[in-house]
């Protein structure tokens, strides 16, 4: 039997600078790729995601690297554990032995529920399964207090983060090298990659144009220099717009790092923001699905279909959520700033719950990323960590003078604007700012 590793890709589809394949190929066994389209993720999406043809289209043109160099990538539909299991078995009848597992890391609760059951089984069965961080530049267990505790509050973090990398024996942005060409193997006769058909999804879902908002592999580099300037405008690309190959590793994080210590101090701090939310999830993984601040679920919030409707449809009268929320069901796609516009809106005008909203943005985004959205929208609510104070209500008036003065972007999104088409506001601003800061206080308050 030929001893082999495995290289379990998931958040990292690229072969180049890809922290965990270059340790599988250090292993000194021939190594083979594998993907699994893991069920458990798959199942509750809708027929057409183009986030799941984004993933079928890199992964073909991934196997067509491993193929150029004398390798395979095996790709499988199914539960992770026994897909791995199924394909030690057919390995075997090939005569080859699974002796180690590669894979990088994902922080949130689920990957680490279910990487913990492949360590137990490989345990059991004498396979190394060894993990690494890729996926971020410095892992959640190296940014800490000096008493050894999690920072909950980010100036903090940052400030220990930059300490931290300047402190590192070997430059944690260095790019890894990987040499795959005559390390692989190829054991099988070609296999296709699952169908998204044969995988409950319509072909539309790998249409290009469903990605076409993050179509760049790399940011311009006058975008950049001028990221602090135009970020919060968001009738410009002046946004990096590489969220989506972050989310799916189809850019190294190490890369953008680079650019930002090259072209963009605020860049480079949005990258640690990044970082910041995927230790909060590690550290504290009821976060994924409460409010950080225990307290914060006490707030009773309003239950209406209609006003979360118009919400959704982009329909509220307020003309910068409602180009954001229509911008985001055409395109996947949400500029920054009107995040956090429509964000507050939802749970401070509205005063609906902010779990409402963060399932719609994992629905909807094409960059969803569970730690950065929860901690978008829990520091929206006010119930997360280093979050906006309760009493802190955006006025979308006041966020529409100053960040789109021209009306520029909501006539791109919302034509009928200024005319009687448009609909009036669902809720009148003075109130509702009134109305949030009562309830929270009342709730916050309680014995």
Known sequence: MTPISLFWHRRDLRIEDNRGLAAALESGHPVLGFFCFDKT???????VDARVGFIHTELEGMARKYKSASSQLIARHGVPL????????????????????????DYAPYPVARDGEVRAWCEQEGIGF???????????????????????????YSRKWHKVLDAQDSDPLAEAVVALDGQGIRPFPEQELPSLSSMGFDEASADPSGWAAFEGRQPDADVLRRYAERRDTPSVVGTARMSLHLRFGTVSVRSQARLGFVHSDKWLTELIWREFYQAIVHHFPHSAKDAFRAKYDRIPWRHDDDHFAAWCEGKTGYPLVDAGMRELNATGFMHNRVRMVVASFLCKHLLLDWRLGERYFAEKLLDFELASNVGGWQWASGSGCDAAPYFRVFNPE?????????????????PEWGTPAY???????????????DTYKAALTEA
């Not at 993720?41 to 027929?47: A, F, N, S, T």
């Open 82 to 105: 026994e897909e791995i299991q199924s394909l030690r078995q057919d390995l075997q009848a090939a005569g080859y032995e699974l002796r180690q597992i590669h894979t990088n890391r």
């Open 398 to 414: 006041s966020q529409l003078k100053k960040f789109d003065p021209s009306g520029t972007y909501v006539r791109r999104w919302v």
């Open 423 to 437: 609909p009036a506001p669902i809720v009148e601003h003075k109130f509702a700012r009134q109305r949030a800061i």
């Open 130 to 156: 060894h993990t690494h961080d890729d996926h971020v530049i410095l892992p959640p267990e190296a940014v800490l207090k000096d008493d050894g505790t999690p920072y909950t509050v980010f100036t903090p």
């Open 41 to 47: 993720i798959l199942d509750v999406l809708p027929e």
